[in-house]
């Protein structure tokens, strides 16, 4: 059983072009979250999915960030237009949505903004 | 809003003593587990409490939920190097299924 798997592992993007984070729960999992990860600093979460369903996205920023989890393939964080603040690691873990059950991350995209 | 405090955010730690690292939550949790991250690693699920008071043991690890389900306390002895690493405490939210809102996470450095 193949764990969270996130890709690409390092990324890196010039100020203003797109970043795309890709995240493949755990199989027979369908709840996806997607934390932020500043240098020396703790785990934030952005936003919470099921299958096409965005449940809780309160903290992902207003703009520029979205993400979605289509009812076929991996989740995806989209960021436009990335500025240097957005450089971070990016976490995604899944779930299988019952509650009171542990998340399994992902090895995380490290994402720099040049 | 709802938050999850954790101290000391930093520990330096002779190797072979004990430490304790806390977890404080602003409203009651529905849950709390533990994780730790090894330096460029991902966080990796230790253990999870439900319970009001609870306590859970993983050899030199003990971990603790409050009675009133706001804190938590993971308490390490005999310190080893293979202790390096960042442990972060996660609340469940009573009214969130599955979301998990991370502490700060306690750095702990061990020295030989």
């Known amino acids: 059983n193949a764990g969270v798997m996130q890709n690409p592992r390092h990324l890196v993007r010039r100020r203003g072009q797109e970043a795309r984070l890709r995240c493949s729960p755990m199989k027979g999992h369908s709840h996806v979250y997607w934390y932020r990860q500043l240098p020396e600093e703790g785990l934030k979460f952005m936003v919470y999915?099921?299958?096409?369903?965005?449940?809780?996205e309160s903290g992902m920023p207003k703009e520029r960030f979205s993400a979605e989890f289509p009812k076929e393939g991996p989740s995806i964080l989209r960021i436009q237009q990335v500025v240097r603040g957005d450089s971070a690691a990016y976490f995604c873990?899944?779930?299988?949505?019952?509650?009171?059950?542990?998340?399994?991350f992902g090895q995380g995209t490290r994402l720099t903004v040049v | 809003g709802q938050q999850v405090m954790q101290i000391p955010q930093y520990q330096h730690v002779q190797e072979g003593e004990d430490f304790t690292t806390y977890c404080n939550s602003s409203t009651t949790l529905s849950n709390i587990q533990w994780y730790k991250q090894r330096p460029g690693g991902h966080p990796v699920f230790l253990i999870q409490?439900?319970?009001?008071?609870e306590v859970k043991k993983q050899k030199r690890l003990t971990f603790q939920f409050g009675e009133a389900k706001k804190n938590s306390s993971l308490h390490i002895t005999a310190t080893q190097t293979t202790d390096v690493g960042t442990y972060f405490c996660?609340?469940?939210?009573?009214?969130?299924?599955?979301?998990?809102?991370f502490g700060a996470g306690t750095q702990v450095v061990v020295t030989p």
């Open positions: 873990a899944s779930s299988p949505g019952t509650r009171n059950t542990e998340a399994f």
């Open positions: 409490l439900v319970k009001s008071g």
């Open positions: 996660a609340g469940g939210l009573p009214d969130s299924w599955g979301k998990l809102q």
């Open positions: 999915l099921q299958k096409e369903n965005i449940i809780d």
